[in-house]
């Protein structure tokens, strides 16, 4: 398998957003690439916060994350990007800034109202800005406006979270989760051998393997989430078995 640049998630991230943190400051790193198969066109890339904060408590989007938190109780945002594209169409000193500069200060994007909400309940990291750098990066690539393709992802967000995967995730929040306890989730909520265009991505700390988000493997178009996950490709998953960081309370 081909990465392109891995940032943070160590395959989360080998994921990917070349600085795209779910939660922040140096954060979750997105690697733009292909998962194991190659056939896929597009990736979702969704984050698990509490194993995030976990192996990065001092990061910005953890300063007030608690097990009591929205984002403790569901998958977030991170990114949907198209394999081996980026920028597509930015200036390059725009370009420059999406990759180094404040997050905040690059050019707010237009969404309608109700779905600025729901993105904001969807990727925690938008309130720093991760929304802005992400159109810029991935959306630029798949959608021909910000409306669009955040409308979408988090319809696919959407589909996600009211799933077995997310029941999987919060069931055993605190705890221990495996690759293969994973994969069985999304056979059961999306068909089988969906669970086989699914990776694990993980981060060492403190001497733990931490499960900080997954990859999707989709197929370009239109379509439910099962569909496009049946129209991508195998993948292999190198983090097999992690922690979930805090239970939530109560």
């Known amino acids: 398998m081909k990465t392109n640049a891995a940032l943070i998630f160590n395959a989360v991230l080998l994921l990917c957003v070349a600085c795209v943190s779910c939660f922040v400051g140096a954060g979750l790193a997105v690697a733009q690439s292909t998962p194991a ?4 066109r597009e990736v979702l890339v969704v984050s698990w916060q509490p194993g995030y904060c976990a192996a990065r408590p001092k990061s910005r989007g953890c300063a007030d994350f608690s097990a009591t938190s929205p984002a403790a109780r569901q998958l977030s945002l991170l990114s949907r990007f198209q394999v081996r594209k980026s920028y597509c169409g930015i200036e390059a000193d725009l370009k420059q800034k999406a990759r180094k500069g ?6 707010e994007i237009t969404l309608a109202s109700g779905t600025k909400e729901r993105l904001l309940a969807a990727m925690p990291a938008a309130r720093l800005g991760l929304d802005r750098q992400q159109w810029l990066r991935s959306g ?9 393709y955040y409308s979408r ?6 589909q996600l979270n009211a799933s077995p995967v997310r029941a999987l995730f919060t069931g055993k ?3 221990t989760l495996s690759l293969t306890q994973v994969r069985a989730a ?23 393997t931490l499960i900080v988000g997954l990859t999707i493997g989709l197929a370009a178009g239109e379509g439910k989430l099962a569909q ?10 190198r983090c097999t078995e992690g922690d979930l960081g805090m239970g939530q309370a109560g």
């Open 173 to 175: 929040a605190g705890g």
């Open 228 to 237: 496009l996950i049946d129209g991508s490709s195998p993948t292999k998953s």
């Open 140 to 148: 630029s690539c798949v959608a021909a406006s910000a409306e669009a």
């Open 153 to 158: 992802s988090l319809d696919l967000m959407d």
């Open 102 to 107: 404040k997050w905040t200060d690059l050019p």
């Open 186 to 208: 999304f056979d059961q909520a999306f068909g089988p051998g969906a669970g086989e265009r699914v990776r694990l991505s993980c981060r060492k700390a403190g001497g733990k």
């Open 37 to 40: 198969g190659g056939s896929q």
